[in-house]
């Protein structure tokens, strides 16, 4: 196993590379530069600007002086945010995303698996109905609507919870962030583990374990949804590295310290040194989590083994 | 495992702010003002400041020689007087006995000497250096030309700076309140570098100080003691939200989680007025022109009589009723109202019923040759990607439609639009905006000066108005200049090399229980003249 993750994160080195090699040239190909404002600068300071930064020497130059810095753990200025280094702006916001990522994907995992075993079991009760009927609705209205009228009715309304901003860290501020955050993929979880459960418990183990006349705990618990598990579980890589690392949408919207706006305001600014950061943070995110479902496969399906 | 993580972080952060809020309530009843500061500053560095959000927050923070009141009107700041030249070129500020820094050391002469000289190193890259250009010698540093030591900055004695202009400058003073003009600690930036202006080490010299900063979430500045006129400071710490969601913004503000916010949506005017009260809705005219730019190096728009007839023939009242709610003004003139001892000229057709106005336009095309049996007049018109542009675009394609032209809309996103601008790239119309950096028609006109590569899209050259605008830098008298610079915005309004469509406006939503909050052009409102009751 352990040759099995070291090979793994060997291989995916390479992929990270050409994966920044690309960004890298792709966002220089974007029409303006980070210092093309709406209110344009002079010639003569956009000049000095341009030195300053080195982005008056030719590409390739720029290219090979980026990957020097990357390599010496450098990830240059934010172009943008001049008072910050990438680095210092990624890894002061990262932590929060975490927090907030970590109990989205904690609640839409574990709630989206309950409600479709629940719904599953019941296929075609109106329990099942109205449960996927709100799935569906989670999963279609988007969280730019969700936020706002949630916000409305708890926040200014109610009163009983602020309208954004991080706070003292306390969860009053983060339960209306992570509602809007987790429900969308809480929505496909569930929707996920119904549709596996039902063929689950139509398999052929799985009947068989009934007329051993197991306890209907053990069939379901253990050995239907150890098969119904297995399409969440492959959907659970791409989604936690989306989820961890935040999402403008709510962090806008709540006024959130969080990473995931950067990905956004990186590209809009040309801001080309937080780019790549939020490029290379990405994926790193994907490779390890893809790593992790891959672990995580072996131990749910013992057919899987990486040796 | 995720669970793991996250609860120790979450601890961590339970833990570490559970502590600050312990100790924050022990301490003492404190005056707390919260500001929707309407978008996240980039930087705090005055030297690369850029834009307006970021000035409310420096503002606070640093104060220059000279700085806007409570009314937006010039005042003395750190220095308590000057006097000027005959000649105009020669200013000597007094600064003030009692201006200290934050870390209790005084301001001096040397610091403002210092801190200019730094935004036009060109190793610095001050994205606004072009503020300071009026000082001798600026011009030429700051393009690598010139030597530091030729600048017109001189530190007579510690209370005394005297600064040497390349040529008269009236809007000078104005100038020393921009954010390019403020000081900054030398010890301070030797000490951190790059990293001064972070909270626990910037040292500043206005009315508050920095303390806290989590990006998109909140920034915190407390009473600087050491400030001149602390005694006068009534509120002792702000609390910036750096948030640019306007509606969120709104929302925050309803829930009582703001005190004062800057920018809602326009179209929001009248449902937040209904909620909210007139006297916490603000909107008022502020130094900013919301205009559309011909490329007038190529047929039709080279044409005076089609660009007349295409400005003439767009609703203005529409634009600013229906697409902006009010909260943007119908406007003529290219130079905003609200200019000290300036009035734009009255163009022509500004009485006129809208019908008759369409009228002369589809009569002008006509004469140039295009509209109804004529040569077929296409219109692309540009804009940079935002909800409200497009609505003004569509809306404008329209009345051109009904003068018989064929009209297309394109959009970029703001940095593509610009660049494309600014590199002199061909385009029909183009829309852009422009607001004030110090309250002088000069900073309007100037933008269709024929030299102006970057600034003048659309190539207007008329060497009578570069005339005009040259022989205003040269009168003295300050009446008289304001006279050449009218002439010089009438030739603009005969010739339209660009069409003024509105003033915008300052939008602001104020707590009834904020006091001071006086409306200004300028859109200054320094915390320190802001009081809660």
């Known amino acids: ?94 932590p929060y995303s975490l927090v907030l990522g970590a109990w989205a994907l904690l609640i839409a995992v574990f709630g989206g698996i309950a409600l479709g075993v629940y719904a599953a079991l019941r296929q075609n009760s109106w329990a099942d109905y109205l449960l996927m009927g709100i799935s569906a609705l ?131 600014n040309r801001d080309y040194t937080l780019v790549m950061g939020t490029v290379v943070l990405i994926s790193v995110f994907i490779v390890v989590l893809n790593l992790i479902v891959d672990i995580i496969y072996a131990f749910v399906d013992p057919r899987i083994r990486h040796d | 495992m995720t669970y793991r993580i996250s609860s120790r972080k979450v601890g961590k952060i339970f833990a570490t702010t559970a502590l600050a809020a312990l100790l924050s309530s022990t301490a003492f009843a404190e005056t707390v003002i919260r500001r929707g500061n309407g978008g996240e500053p980039q930087t705090l560095d005055q030297a690369k400041i850029s834009i307006d959000i970021e000035g409310f927050i420096v503002r606070d923070l640093f104060e220059g020689l000279t700085v806007y009141d409570a009314n937006g009107k010039v005042a003395p700041g750190v220095a308590e007087s000057w006097t000027i030249s005959d000649d105009g070129t020669v200013y000597t500020f007094k600064l003030r006995d009692n201006a200290k820094w934050s870390d209790g050391s005084p301001v001096v002469a040397g610091d403002f000497v210092y801190s200019m000289t730094r935004v036009l190193d060109p190793a610095t890259a001050a994205g606004y250096a072009t503020i300071l250009y009026p000082i001798k010698g600026a011009e030429a540093f700051n393009t690598s030309k010139g030597q530091a030591d030729a600048l017109g900055l001189k530190a007579v004695d510690d209370k005394t700076l005297e600064i040497t202009l390349e040529r008269a400058t009236p809007y000078f003073l104005q100038l020393m309140t921009h954010y390019t003009a403020i000081p900054v600690n030398k010890a301070n930036i030797e000490k951190f570098g790059a990293d001064f202006t972070k909270p626990g080490n910037l040292v500043s010299n206005g009315a508050y100080e920095l303390t806290e900063y989590v990006a998109n979430d909140h920034i915190t500045a407390v009473k600087n003691p050491d400030y001149w006129d602390a005694a006068n400071v009534k509120i002792d710490k702000v609390i910036y939200n750096p948030s640019e969601d306007q509606a969120a913004v709104a929302r925050a503000f309803e829930a009582g989680e703001l005190d004062v916010a800057y920018n809602f949506q326009a179209d929001q005017r009248d449902f937040l007025t209904k909620k909210l009260g007139e006297d916490q809705v603000q909107a008022s005219p502020a130094l900013a022109t919301y205009y559309y730019a011909f490329d007038t190096r190529k047929p039709p728009f080279d044409d005076v009589r089609v660009r007349k007839a295409l400005s003439i023939a767009v609703d203005r009242d529409f634009l600013s009723e229906k697409v902006y709610g009010g909260t943007q003004l119908p406007s003529y003139t290219f130079v905003p109202p609200g200019m000290e001892g300036y009035t734009s000229p009255t163009p022509a057709d500004v009485d006129k019923d809208q019908l008759d106005r369409e009228d002369e336009a589809k009569e002008l095309l006509k004469e140039a040759g295009y509209g109804e049996g004529g040569k077929p007049l296409k219109i692309d018109i540009r804009y940079n990607t935002n909800e409200n542009h497009k609505k003004v675009a569509v809306a404008v394609a329209d009345m051109w439609k009904a003068l018989g032209a064929e009209v297309t809309i394109q959009n970029l996103d703001v940095k593509s639009h610009y660049a494309y601008l600014q590199e002199g790239g061909s385009f029909d119309v183009a829309r852009a905006g422009w607001s004030a950096d110090y309250a002088d028609p000069e900073n309007f006109l100037n933008l269709l000066v024929s030299t102006n590569k970057a600034f003048n899209y659309g190539h207007y050259s008329n060497p009578k108005f570069d005339e005009l605008m040259k022989a205003s830098y040269e009168e003295k008298d300050q009446a008289k200049r304001m006279a050449i610079l009218a002439e010089a915005e009438a030739l603009v309004l005969n010739e339209y090399p660009v069409t003024p469509f509105m003033n915008n406006a300052n939008l602001w939503l104020v707590s009834r229980k904020v006091k001071g909050f006086s409306q200004n052009a300028v859109n200054e409102h320094l915390t320190k003249y802001l009081s809660i009751e």
Do not use: C
């Not at chain 1, 860290?169 to 996920?192: E, K, T």
């Open chain 1, 1 to 94: 196993m352990l040759r099995f993750i070291l090979s793994r994160l060997l291989s995916s080195a390479p992929t990270i590379f050409i994966v920044m090699t690309l960004s890298f040239f792709m966002i220089r190909l974007a029409p303006g530069g980070p210092f093309n404002l709406e209110r344009p600068l002079q010639p003569e300071v956009m000049a000095n600007l341009n030195a300053v930064y080195h982005l008056d020497q030719p590409v390739w130059k720029q290219y090979i002086f980026y990957l020097w810095n990357v390599l010496h753990g450098d990830f240059g200025p934010s172009f943008v945010y001049k008072d910050y280094t990438v680095s210092e702006l990624i890894l002061q916001a990262l």
């Open chain 1, 138 to 268: 989670g999963n279609t209205v988007p969280n730019f609507v969700i936020g706002p009228v949630l916000t409305l009715i708890f926040a200014v309304s109610l009163a009983w919870l602020p309208t954004g901003s991080w706070g003292n860290g306390d969860f009053r501020h983060l339960v209306l962030p992570i509602i809007v955050l987790s429900l969308p993929q809480l929505a496909v979880f569930a929707r996920l583990t119904r549709g596996s459960m039902i063929e689950a418990l139509r398999a052929d183990h799985v009947r068989t374990a009934r007329a051993y006349g197991l306890p209907a705990r053990s069939v379901v618990g253990v050995h239907a949804l150890r098969a119904g598990l297995m399409p969440v579980i492959s959907y659970l890589g791409p989604v936690a590295a989306s989820v961890l690392t935040g999402s403008i949408i709510v962090e806008q919207m709540f006024s959130l310290p969080g990473v995931g706006r950067y990905f956004v305001l990186g590209a809009l």
